[in-house]
């Protein structure tokens, strides 16, 4: 116990930290021989991990340029998109005109025939009228005519119409 009573931990003596050293060392040189395989695993460890390392770093990488060509494709298809609207844009304004060409076309043409229409109705209502007229017209000169006739010149017409039977007769024979 003597011993113990000079002891203490925090100033050791000379002699405290050479066999400290010592049995250290050898403990460490015994398991390192006989633990190699500790050894070799750590080491299988350590290169996994770097192998991990570098290849979430190409990951990185090959994600980072997937996204620049993600980048590019996308602004293409948005170019692309933004032209696909204009060109229907200008088809549909195309069509839209055509049509209304067409459509004012067709109502110049309805117009125009409509016109014609109109044109051809007065013309064929004045020439029914025209003919009525003269139909009224003959009909009253007859009428006054035949009353003249009958009164004056029956006799006159009766002798000439007998006459003319009589030689549209000898003309035949």
């Not at 770097?50 to 997937?66: F, N, P, V």
């Not at 067409?102 to 020439?127: F, G, L, P, T, Y």
């Amino acid at each position: 116990m003597l011993y113990l009573a000079d002891f203490s931990v925090m100033n050791p003596s000379f002699g405290l930290l050479f066999w400290t050293s010592i049995i250290f060392i050898l403990v460490w040189l015994v398991i390192g021989r006989f633990f190699k395989s500790i050894k070799n695993a750590l080491k299988d460890r350590e290169t996994d991990i770097q192998s991990a390392l570098d290849q979430a770093k190409l990951a990185r990488e090959e994600m980072a340029q997937l996204k620049s060509e993600h980048d590019v494709l996308l602004k293409k298809a948005r170019e692309e998109r933004l032209k696909i609207i204009a060109d229907a844009e200008a088809a549909r304004e195309q069509i839209v005109e055509e049509a209304k060409a067409k459509a004012d076309q067709s109502s110049r043409q309805m117009i125009e025939a409509a016109k014609q229409e109109i044109e051809n109705r007065r013309k064929e209502m004045e020439v029914e009228l025209f003919n009525e007229l003269g139909q009224l017209s003959v009909h009253l000169a007859e009428q006054l005519i035949g009353r003249e006739l009958e009164s004056k010149h029956e006799d006159f017409i009766q002798s000439k119409v007998t006459e003319l039977k009589n030689t549209d007769l000898a003309q035949l024979n």
